[in-house]
């Protein structure tokens, strides 16, 4: 089965991610993963909109998958916007009011907003909360670790999340993208994919040498 790569930059040295950015595109990525942690959700702070927006100025073509780890993310739908993010991807823990109609509000803005909602759970959440959601959502991002930190191991439950997705949305006939993110290495990503994840966001797993990272792709989309 053929999968997508997310490359999530924050795993890079920042003073050399612009030529990191340049040797992915070179190399084929078309979906940049960008960390987005608020000190609050997370224990750890990291990258903002303006550099969603920097990089689709220089790469209009890459898609810019966002990934909020920030509380209240509804907050921040007009200003990724603004800053030419293709996927406004959100945590269900991060939001206060779990209420169906707030949530379902909160896609539908983001959807007004020009962009795709993805929404994104933390390993030990049971995927099944996400049932009134399945239909309006564009993606499911399951977390395979403790979202705040790369370089992780991968927590074994996500297998499950991945799965128990896959097959609800083959069962009723749904179109969401499946995505996974955190601990893909050579030891875990034959497994997410054939449980079922479609876009695999990878750090640790690109951060080789240029001559190697055309290997490290194929590997996932081939
Ligand atoms: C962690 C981030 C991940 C992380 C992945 O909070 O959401 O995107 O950078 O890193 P690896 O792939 O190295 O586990
Ligand atoms: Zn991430």
């Known amino acids: 089965m053929k999968s997508k790569v997310a490359v999530s930059i924050y ?3 920042f003073l050399e991610v612009g030529n990191k950015i340049e040797e992915l595109v070179q190399a084929g990525v078309d979906w940049i993963h960008v960390d987005i942690m608020d000190g609050n959700f997370v224990n750890n702070y990291a990258l903002c909109q303006k550099f969603c927006q920097d990089i689709k100025a220089k790469y209009p073509n890459i898609l810019i998958d966002a990934h909020l780890m920030c509380i209240e993310p509804q907050r921040y739908i007009e200003s990724f916007s603004n800053a030419k993010t293709d996927n406004f ?5 991060a939001v206060t009011n779990k209420n169906e109609t707030n949530i379902l509000q909160i896609i539908q803005d983001i959807k007004a907003n020009k962009m795709k909602a993805v929404i994104a759970i933390n390993p030990e959440t049971n995927p099944q909360v996400l049932k009134p959601f399945l239909d309006q959502v564009d993606g499911v991002m399951c977390m395979s670790i ?3 930190f790369n370089g992780q191991q991968l927590n074994d439950m996500v297998y499950d999340n991945i799965i128990w997705l896959a097959e609800y949305k083959k069962t009723n006939n749904l179109n969401f993208f499946i995505q996974v993110d955190g601990g893909v290495r ?5 497994k997410l994919k054939q449980s079922g994840a479609e876009v695999l966001v990878v750090g640790a797993f690109v951060n080789v040498p240029n001559s190697e990272l055309k290997t490290q792709i194929n590997k996932i989309e081939n």
Do not use: A, I, S
């Open 146 to 148: 403790k979202p705040g």
């Open 186 to 190: 050579e030891n875990t990503y034959l």
């Open 11 to 13: 795993v890079f040295n």
């Open 89 to 93: 991807n959100f945590h269900y823990e």
